[in-house]
């Protein structure tokens, strides 16, 4: 019998952050493409709505160790390391 896939918490957070991204894309897209003033608003709203869920997602991530976004270095040690 086949042994079933166990699915962790960074599994499902990395599948929902996924989710969000592709969903704030076509909310971007529905915004260019809106004639209407009002829908206009409802889609920035809605995607207004996924980035701050987007942001919340990549925190938790963040703070688990998940995702990791490289550092911005000091201008010193740039400088330093062009020499």
């Known amino acids: 019998m086949q042994q079933m896939q166990q699915f962790t918490d960074?599994?499902?957070?990395?599948?929902i952050l996924t989710?969000?991204?592709h969903?704030?894309?076509r909310y971007m897209m529905a915004i260019l493409e809106s004639q209407d003033p009002g829908l206009r608003q409802t889609f920035i709203d809605f995607h207004n709505q996924?980035?701050?869920?987007h942001y919340r997602i990549f925190q938790i991530m963040n703070q688990n160790g998940w995702y990791k976004v490289p550092r911005i270095l000091d201008e010193q040690v740039v400088q330093q390391t062009n020499i």
Not at 10 to 15: G, L, V, Y
């Open 10 to 15: 960074k599994d499902f957070a990395d599948d």
């Open 23 to 25: 969903m704030s894309e």
């Open 50 to 53: 996924h980035l701050n869920d």
């Open 19 to 21: 989710g969000v991204k």
